[in-house]
């Protein structure tokens, strides 16, 4: 496994909208669909925010509940699910994990707040403790999500404390204004305080993306590819799902990796464990 690497696929996230890539998917059938197109592109977990019939960002659970539905349209894929528990949206930490009794594999955990770039990214330690207890309840391993470095430090100390469960699944989040920005010498400072027991990725956000991705490729990493992230592929030049893992996947192979299934995936994230 140690050659394998996960592709996560991020279609959607909470900001893009059609205004500014019409590829972006809103809807839960859009969604699932784009989900299905990448992963038989070799997406092996879907990072997945839902929307409202506005377009607007909701945490709410029959939208979660019918995205999953949709997905469940394609009985042969086995995408890893993982719900997003992000509070871009500002609501309280009750309503942002509202969803987690669906019991999805995965969902994502920020383990710390910062700033996004008109607003706080505000998770305090109740909205923490909350959210990874949810998890715990409906067997959801969390993605911890870092924004910037003091969050894995506290994640380290959570898992520590038995809040979280070793191993972790880290995922840095660079190039958010307002956070941590996407550097070669911030990954790797990251890079450097990673625990032993864990697995990890990147999400770089914005014109830095391929470059660092490849850099966490190069560190024994794993990447997150999608229009939450980056809806432009090139200067100028809007992406789609697929042309964003496409590519991310080309570079994987190039560098003489391997694309985890989702099985393979599921091992390597101990999932079920
Ligand atoms: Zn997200």
Same mark, same amino acid.
């Given at each position: 496994?140690?050659?394998?690497?996960?592709? &996560? #696929?991020?279609?959607?996230?909470?900001?893009?909208?059609?205004?500014?890539?019409? +590829?972006?998917? @809103?809807?839960?059938?859009? %969604?699932?669909?784009?989900?299905?197109?990448?992963?038989?592109?070799?997406?092996?977990?879907?990072?997945?925010? &839902?929307?409202?019939?506005?377009?607007?960002?909701?945490?709410?659970?029959?939208? +979660?509940?019918?995205?999953?539905?949709?997905?469940?349209?394609?009985?042969?894929? =086995? %995408?890893?699910?993982?719900?997003?528990?992000?509070?871009?949206?500002?609501?309280?930490?009750?309503?942002?994990?509202?969803?987690?009794?669906?019991?999805?594999?995965?969902?994502?955990?920020?383990? *710390?707040?910062?700033?996004?770039?008109?607003?706080?990214?505000?998770? =305090?330690?109740?909205?923490?403790?909350?959210?990874?207890?949810?998890?715990?309840?409906? *067997?959801?391993?969390?993605? /911890?999500?870092?924004? =910037? !470095?003091?969050?894995?430090?506290?994640?380290?100390? #959570?898992?520590?404390?038995?809040? @979280?469960?070793?191993?972790?699944?880290? +995922?840095?989040?660079?190039? /958010?204004?307002? !956070?941590?920005?996407?550097?070669?010498?911030?990954?790797?400072? #990251?890079?450097?305080?990673?625990?032993?027991?864990?697995?990890?990725?990147?999400?770089?956000?914005?014109?830095?993306?391929?470059?660092?991705?490849?850099?966490? #490729?190069?560190?024994?990493?794993?990447?997150?590819?999608?229009?939450?992230?980056?809806?432009?592929?090139?200067?100028?030049?809007?992406? &789609?799902?697929?042309?964003?893992?496409?590519?991310?996947?080309? @570079?994987?192979?190039?560098?003489?990796?391997?694309?985890?299934?989702?099985?393979?995936?599921?091992?390597?994230?101990?999932?079920?464990?």
């Amino acid at each position: 496994m140690k050659n394998k690497v996960i592709l &996560t #696929l991020a279609p959607t996230g909470n900001v893009p909208t059609k205004e500014m890539n019409p +590829n972006v998917p @809103i809807t839960p059938a859009e %969604i699932a669909a784009q989900i299905y197109q990448c992963w038989r592109e070799g997406a092996a977990v879907a990072h997945i925010h &839902t929307r409202d019939q506005a377009g607007l960002p909701t945490s709410d659970v029959e939208v +979660n509940r019918q995205v999953l539905a949709e997905l469940d349209k394609y009985p042969d894929c =086995d %995408i890893i699910r993982q719900l997003s528990t992000g509070g871009r949206a500002g609501k309280s930490y009750t309503e942002r994990g509202q969803m987690l009794c669906l019991g999805p594999e995965m969902a994502s955990l920020a383990t *710390g707040s910062s700033n996004f770039p008109a607003k706080a990214n505000l998770n =305090d330690p109740e909205t923490i403790c909350y959210l990874a207890g949810e998890m715990k309840k409906y *067997g959801v391993k969390p993605e /911890v999500e870092v924004f =910037d !470095s003091a969050m894995l430090f506290n994640a380290i100390q #959570l898992a520590d404390k038995g809040v @979280i469960d070793w191993p972790l699944q880290i +995922n840095f989040v660079l190039g /958010v204004p307002g !956070s941590l920005p996407a550097s070669f010498k911030n990954l790797f400072f #990251l890079y450097e305080q990673l625990p032993d027991n864990c697995t990890w990725s990147i999400t770089a956000v914005g014109r830095e993306h391929v470059e660092l991705s490849t850099m966490a #490729l190069a560190l024994g990493g794993n990447v997150r590819v999608g229009l939450e992230d980056n809806v432009f592929y090139s200067r100028g030049v809007l992406a &789609t799902n697929l042309s964003l893992l496409k590519r991310m996947k080309a @570079i994987t192979l190039a560098m003489g990796k391997e694309i985890a299934s989702p099985a393979e995936a599921r091992q390597i994230l101990a999932l079920g464990k």
